[in-house]
């Protein structure tokens, strides 16, 4: 009998078969989605640790540099405190040293006037008396002279306590220079009948670090105003007194320190002259006298002075010097070699690492004094001049001569300014990417959310440093390359009124490019001073090109050049004025002082 198969049988125990399977799948997902959950959970418990943990060690390394801020804050507090109780007491000491010394003058004057009268009245029996009256007069002369002598140490140690407070801040050195009344000072305005008094002396020194000025304003009182800068020269000081003052920056220079000196003032103020000497501007020659010699040959010859005392071949000088002529930077070593058919312009980049630097500069290397000074005085002549009413060989732009010099073994100071300076730059930083090609192309998608950032480990990282980085940077070591700095002399352009020069056509141009540069110069000043979160320092060349060292760690000192005279008052003033704002800028100051207050 044939065995039926009841197809219908078949197919339901075939569903019960895939019901049954299906219900064991679904077991299953309902556990791996269990399992699942509770590794979100703890994936989420570590998460949030690994936040916590941050946020402390954030929170802890904040604190911690608020800490140290504040207590370097309340010691350089305190020590400025100090240093001003001490000058307050100097101050008050010399006051006393001042009357005593004039009240020995006047007692040595009074005895004096009694020993001539006692020499013509008395006679031979009174001899003894005479003697011992003029023993008397040369133990007060004696003790004056003593006074007198305690007097200028006690005023050089004030000067030397105000640098170091000077040094302290950080602030910019402001320098002054009066130069005297000259010939054409009376031969120009001689026939002003609006102005019968031009000539008349108004601007004077009255100590070495104070300046007054006589307002004189027709039917009121006289107004004197007083500026005070760090060191003031007369019109007795001489070309070797203002170097003097300048001398101790070539020593910072040799240390590691950039260092710029800038003369400023008006159009004929006597800049060129402090910068260059008056010889220099016609022919520089091996005879020019060396108590004519400008800031810049003084300089070269000390700084080659100072090399010379290093082991040999451990230094090397370069040169190079360009000009600011319309907001335009000229490559005057280019133009001296190639001719003025060549195109000279030169831009002004600002680099990686934050400073300024003027593309294709020509430098040239020098072994003395004599090989720069004799590569200034012929770029001088391509310098752009013009005479006008006020001067008859005006500069019409701003030159910048630059000594770099590149040691070979760099002393322990400069070695320690530079490693500090490196670590500086990565504390501004901290998030900065230590970029190589290798690494771009190990990573091509940098769109990490912030927590995969946090808790996740890229080759493209950012690291604190090189050594902690899989993908260092190519640069040299600090120890293979050679140590560098700078020194800049800067003879800027005079600022003029236009109705006062009496140019026109393109020396009016010239005019309006130099009083704008100098205006921006004033501009970035005043920023600074006011410590605005943005300087404008491209909105000239000038101020793009002498960056670093106005805003830098650079050590800079400002020259004021004034004109004594009524008729150049305004321009006087305004000068000063520039001086008063340029020594309210509070600079960075160098990590190496607080490790290092002096080597010798």
């Known amino acids: ?98 009357s005593f010394s ?67 801040r950080g602030n910019i050195r402001v320098h002054c220079r009066v130069r005297p009344v000259l010939p054409f000072d009376h031969v120009q305005y001689s026939t002003s009948g609006s102005r019968p008094t031009s000539s008349e002396e108004v601007v004077s020194a009255i100590s070495d670090d104070t300046v007054m000025v006589n307002c004189i304003k027709p039917g009121m009182l006289v107004q004197n105003k007083m500026f005070e800068f760090e060191r003031v020269h007369g019109p007795e000081n001489s070309q070797e007194d203002v170097f003097q003052e300048v001398k101790p920056l070539l020593t910072s220079l040799m240390d590691g320190y950039n260092v710029c000196i800038m003369a400023y003032g008006q159009t004929g103020s006597g800049k060129t002259h402090t910068m260059m000497g008056s010889q220099l501007l016609e022919e ?182 090189p050594s902690h980085s899989p993908c260092p940077s190519p640069r040299p070591s600090i120890s293979q390359a050679p140590f560098r700095t700078k020194l800049q002399l800067v003879d800027l352009a005079g600022s003029e009124c236009v109705g006062m020069s009496g140019v026109s056509g393109a020396a009016l141009w010239e005019v309006s490019c130099i009083n704008r540069s100098l205006s921006a110069l004033s501009d970035v000043l005043g920023a600074l001073a006011e410590q605005r979160p943005h300087v404008p320092y491209r909105n000239s060349k000038l101020t793009h090109l002498l960056q670093d060292a106005i805003g830098g760690d650079a050590k800079l000192l400002v020259m004021l050049c004034v004109s004594p005279t009524q008729h150049f008052i305004t321009e006087s003033l305004q000068s000063l004025g520039f001086g008063a704002r340029a020594r309210q800028v509070q600079k960075e100051i160098p990590r190496r002082k607080n490790n290092t207050l002096k080597v010798k």
């Open 1 to 98: 009998m044939p065995l039926f198969i009841n197809r219908d049988q078949i197919f339901a125990h075939q569903v019960h078969l895939l019901e049954h399977k299906l219900r064991s799948k679904e077991e299953r997902i309902l556990e791996l989605e269990t399992e699942n959950a509770i590794l979100h959970l703890r994936l989420a418990e570590c998460l949030g640790k690994l936040r916590r943990n941050h946020k402390e060690e954030t929170l802890k390394h904040h604190q911690q540099q608020k800490n140290v801020q504040k207590i370097t804050q309340l010691a350089l507090a305190k020590l400025l405190a100090e240093v001003q109780a001490v000058k307050q007491d100097l101050s008050e000491l010399f006051a006393v040293y001042f």
């Open 102 to 168: 004039t009240e020995l003058e006047e007692q040595s004057k009074q005895l004096l006037k009694k020993v001539e009268q006692a020499s013509c009245s008395l006679n031979g029996h009174h001899g003894d008396e005479v003697k011992n009256l003029q023993d008397g007069v040369a133990a007060l002369e004696r003790s004056l002279e003593e006074e007198r002598e305690r007097c200028r140490a006690e005023r050089q140690r004030r000067k030397e306590l105000h640098n170091a407070l000077v040094e302290l």
């Open 284 to 465: 520089h020659s091996g005879t020019q006298q060396e108590a004519q010699q400008g800031i810049i040959p003084k300089a070269a010859a000390e700084l080659f002075r100072l090399i010379s005392e290093k082991p040999a071949e451990s230094h090397t000088v370069e040169v190079s010097v360009v000009e600011v002529y319309n907001n335009e930077v000229l490559d005057l070593l280019a133009k001296e070699a190639q001719g003025n058919g060549a195109d000279q312009r030169r831009d002004v980049i600002t680099t990686s690492s934050g400073t300024s630097q003027v593309t294709s500069l020509t430098h040239e290397p020098v072994h003395d004094a004599s090989e720069v000074m004799q590569i200034i005085s012929g770029v001088l002549k391509l310098r752009a001049h013009c005479p006008t009413l006020v001067h008859t060989d005006s500069s019409r732009s701003h030159l910048i001569v630059t000594l770099t010099i590149s040691s070979k073994s760099p002393n322990a100071l400069a070695l320690a300014r530079r490693l500090q300076s490196a670590k500086k730059d990565m504390q501004r930083s901290p998030q900065k990417e230590w970029w190589s090609p290798r690494c771009r192309r190990a990573n091509p998608s940098a769109h990490h959310s912030s927590d995969d950032h946090l808790f996740l480990s890229t080759p493209c990282s950012p690291c604190r440093s």
